[in-house]
């Protein structure tokens, strides 16, 4: 089974010979990770209350880069009814231009609109289920911010990995003030990030877990997103998918957004 990268959340790495895991080649690798992007993945994004209770939400996402911009799509469906507490009507599609220069932005439709609609930056800090997994976790796009340091060498679990440190430019369209990578520095793959919120101080964090190489390809089958502090999280998780989707244009069409 071939799992992938999701929008935001680095799930698919090339190799990283050990020797080279500096900044230069981290960034590098990460880059030319994005910029080679042709992918489509079905899965579900899951809320995990306080309690323990889950709701899952069908999610199905592509994504490919185009000359100078990422391009992704992200069709969120209601939950299967399994009683009277099971959330109904929630079918987003989200439309995400990942800009290396900070310029990125993102459009939402939703059943019965003509066209999809721009998001305005200050939401992109809420997302389909609140916001926990916002649409901004969905860019990733802090590897091609102008602030990176590598901060040290340290453990996470068993892997070795490198911790790297972004931070945005004035350009930067973002609410974070800074992300916190951990890369296994063998294959540099994000196994950890920890994003801090710039207006509350909140750190979100983000763990990989099934990491597995295939076709050449380093991949997760799931993040789960947990605020530090808080009960709860919320997982994404793959069932499957294909890095070589062979997407076109017309993937992305606005008439390809409204159709529900």
């Not at 900044?23 to 323990?52: I, K, N, Y």
């Not at 990491?211 to 709860?232: D, F, M, N, P």
Request: aromatic share 10%; hydrophobic share 40%.
């Amino acid at each position: 089974m071939k799992l992938l990268p999701i929008i935001g959340l680095a799930l698919l790495a090339p190799l990283l010979p050990a020797q080279n895991a500096d900044l230069h080649s981290v960034l590098a690798t990460s880059r030319q990770r994005m910029e080679t992007l042709d992918f489509s993945a079905a899965g579900h994004l899951v809320s995990v209350a306080p309690d323990g209770t889950r709701v899952s939400y069908p999610i199905t996402i592509k994504g490919r880069w185009f000359p100078g911009v990422l391009r992704i799509l992200a069709e969120l469906s209601s939950p299967p009814k399994t009683g009277p507490a099971s959330p109904a009507g929630t079918q987003i599609h989200a439309f995400i231009e990942v800009h290396p220069d900070g310029q990125s932005a993102v459009w939402l439709a939703h059943p019965g609109d003509k066209s999809p609609l721009p998001l305005p930056f200050g939401k992109w800090s809420d997302g389909p289920l609140g916001s926990a997994f916002s649409y901004e976790d969905f860019l990733d796009e802090q590897i091609f911010w102008s602030g990176q340091t590598m901060e040290e060498q340290t453990k996470f679990g068993a892997r070795d990995c490198v911790v790297v440190k972004s931070t945005p430019g004035p350009a930067d369209k973002t609410h974070y003030s800074q992300v916190e990578t951990w890369f296994d520095r063998v294959i540099a793959f994000p196994v950890y990030v920890e994003k801090t919120v710039r207006e509350t101080g909140a750190v979100k964090e983000f763990t990989s877990y099934g990491i597995r190489h295939e076709g050449g390809l380093w991949s997760a089958r799931q993040i789960e997103l947990k605020t530090r502090g808080q009960a709860g999280s919320t997982l994404l998780i793959l069932d499957r998918g294909t890095p070589k989707a062979n997407l076109t244009l017309g993937d992305f069409s606005p008439a390809q957004l409204t159709r529900f």
